[in-house]
């Protein structure tokens, strides 16, 4: 069974740092995975995904990930925070052969001013 | 195109009481789900559904009963709660097998 965890509890940043969340899944097969971002109060929403291809994948509000089968890690990126990317990060992946999907206990970033 | 909605947003129970969260998507997505996310857990798992009239159990289904008699709908039941099923409950939904899935805003449940 697919598991996923994320190495980080809570990271504090200030604007403009570059920021990196590891990830790492323990299925060796195929894989379909997600990093999700939850902002203050609000729901989960995605963030970007990979399901096979290019391994450098690009997601919104300036965010990418890299899938590195060799490590079985998924680490999330972003060059440059801004305050408003404040927020719970999680990766999640199916289970193989499953909809279901396993996440990580979340990252939390605080971006200071 | 509303997504995926829940009601209610807030909720407080005394122990022992019941309730049921409504969960609608309008994606026509044959997949949903409740998950319970606690801090420092993430989120896990209650119960889910394949489709229309199907209901199985997830990672944390002790104390909540499901239906899904209408695709769109997905209700999550406390026959009796306890202070243990405080929690924000999160339902979501998915059109496919492995993709990904869209989550509503959530409901926060305290159990005094």
């Known amino acids: 069974a697919q598991s996923v965890s994320q190495h980080n509890h809570h990271v504090i940043l200030s604007e403009a740092a570059s920021l990196e969340l590891g990830c790492n899944y323990s299925?060796?097969?195929?894989?379909?995975l997600f990093w999700y971002v939850q902002y203050p109060g609000q729901h989960l929403q995605l963030l970007l995904k990979?399901?096979?291809?290019?391994?450098l994948v690009k997601g919104i509000k300036g965010f990418e990930a890299e899938f590195i089968k060799s490590k079985f890690s998924f680490n999330l990126r972003k060059p440059s925070v801004q305050w408003s990317d404040t927020a719970e990060y999680f990766c999640?992946?199916?289970?193989?052969?499953?909809?279901?999907?396993?996440f990580g206990a979340g990252t939390t970033v605080t971006v200071r001013a | 195109n509303a997504g995926v909605t829940q009601t209610p947003k807030f909720r407080v129970l005394k122990t022992g009481q019941s309730m049921t969260l409504l969960c609608a998507q309008d994606?026509?997505?044959?997949?949903m789900y409740w998950y319970r996310q606690d801090p420092g857990m993430g989120l896990r798992l209650i119960h889910y559904?394949?489709?229309?009239?199907?209901?199985a159990k997830g990672e944390v289904p002790d104390g909540y009963n499901v239906s899904r008699l209408k695709k769109q709908n997905f209700l999550l039941g406390l026959e009796s709660a306890a202070p243990s099923q405080t929690s924000v409950y999160f339902c979501?939904?998915?059109?496919?097998?492995?993709?990904?899935?869209?989550f509503g805003p959530g409901t926060r449940l305290t159990v005094t």
């Open positions: 979501a939904s998915s059109y496919k097998v492995g993709g990904w899935q869209y």
């Open positions: 299925y060796g097969g195929t894989v379909n």
């Open positions: 990979y399901f096979s291809g290019d391994p």
């Open positions: 999640a992946s199916p289970r193989s052969n499953d909809y279901k999907l396993s």
């Open positions: 994606m026509n997505h044959e997949y």
């Open positions: 559904s394949v489709g229309e009239g199907t209901t």
